[in-house]
């Protein structure tokens, strides 16, 4: 009992010095040998709640600012492969529920159409669209104008035919786009080159692999001097859903499924006289074949009615019972071919899939349905 009072006596006094204020002299001493010396009165700089809200503001409207503008240049040499160009987003016209087509005006007029002709001279090639809030960018293959078109946009405008995919960072944005809105567009790219001696040509499409095909219609007409020198043109689109090819009738198949009464001498009730109102796709294709003078044809296949483009659909259009025996050397390989174009799966079925060589993109070993048409004197190429 006596040591432990012995303790609290001397403990006691110590604690009470340890709650002593430290004297000015000592703070100044501690000074020398620590970053900050203790103060009594606190050293915290508050600022007004006005000049936090509104630097916050600033840097929230710098950075809108800075992603939200296209990174285009006005002043460019119209459209070129090297920078975005400003294009003004004039028409929107959908085609389905999912697709549309946009019409793209550059904002210095005149100065693109010469270039554009020389393009589509060329054979079939893209142009690169950038969505600025993301700052990514696809390609997307312009259909080319008809006569129509040129008289109603004018010759320098570019359409595209673009479907809204499901978490498409620029097709749903460009869904959404306003009417007037500036874009910025780069290109050309080029995509492929038609021989001149081409006498006849098949082109399997899927979806919007179509746009490539129309380009490609357009070129021939283009290039060739004379309506009797245009090549034998055999289309053969695929759709999911009729809504994307409305009104469409094959011209060397009969149609089946619900839409079968398109190839019957029956007077269509009103219902089917709705449903069989042709897209503006179907009514351009219609245009391209009075144009071919009775050399193009067009056959539609719907997965929902449940008409797909085999090997039995493709043996027709390929002419193969006459290929197999005059024709099946590939000496004149170059005057049949065959394109292929749409989705990766689309072209990977019918054609095999494209490769990748050190970051270019090219046509890859030939595979899938079409593994075997070389022998048979046809020549493919994926576009």
């Known amino acids: 009992m006596r040591r432990f009072s012995y303790l609290q006596n001397v403990t006691t006094p110590l604690l009470r010095s340890t709650r002593q204020p430290i004297p000015r002299s000592t703070a100044l001493q501690q000074s020398r040998f620590y970053s900050s010396a203790p103060s009594a009165r606190s050293s915290k700089r508050t600022f007004p709640l006005w000049f936090v809200v509104g630097a916050l503001s600033g840097v929230l ?97 570019l359409q595209f035919l673009i479907r809204e995919e499901l978490h498409g960072e620029v097709s749903g944005w460009l869904h959404r786009l306003p009417l007037g809105t500036s874009v910025g567009l780069r290109g050309p790219r080029g995509q492929y080159t038609l021989p001149n001696d081409t006498k006849e040509m098949v082109y399997l499409a899927g979806g919007t692999g179509i746009a490539p095909a129309i380009q490609a219609a357009r070129s021939l007409l283009i290039n060739t001097e004379s309506r009797d020198a245009l090549p034998q043109f055999h289309i053969m689109w695929a759709n999911r859903r009729r809504e994307d090819c409305m009104g469409g009738i094959n011209d060397s198949r009969s149609s089946s499924g619900w839409f079968s009464w398109l190839s019957s001498n029956r007077a269509p009730s009103f219902a089917q006289q709705q449903q069989s109102r042709q897209s503006v796709l179907v009514e351009e294709l219609e245009s391209l074949k009075s144009a071919f003078c009775g050399k193009m044809k067009v056959d539609y296949f719907v997965d929902d ?69 070389e022998k048979l004197g046809w020549k493919v190429a994926k576009i």
């Open 61 to 157: 409207i710098t950075f809108a600012w800075a992603t939200a503008k296209p990174q285009v240049n006005q002043l460019a040499e119209g459209l070129n492969a090297t920078s975005f160009t400003s294009y003004r987003l004039v028409d929107r016209e959908p085609v389905s529920s999912t697709s549309s087509i946009f019409t793209f005006v550059p904002l210095q007029r005149g100065r693109d159409a010469s270039l554009l002709n020389k393009l589509y001279l060329q054979g079939l090639w893209s142009s690169e669209i950038k969505q600025p809030q993301l700052q990514v960018s696809r390609y997307y293959t312009p259909l080319g104008l008809s006569a129509v078109n040129k008289g109603r946009y004018g010759e320098d405008a």
């Open 305 to 373: 009615e449940k008409s797909f483009i085999t090997w039995d659909a493709l043996k027709p259009a390929l002419d193969t019972t006459e290929v197999s025996g005059a024709r099946s050397n590939t000496a004149n390989v170059q005057n049949r071919l065959i394109l292929v174009s749409g989705p990766d799966g689309f072209i990977a079925h019918y054609a095999g899939p494209k490769a990748w060589v050190e970051g270019n993109e090219t046509q890859g070993e030939l595979g899938g349905l079409l593994r075997h048409v």
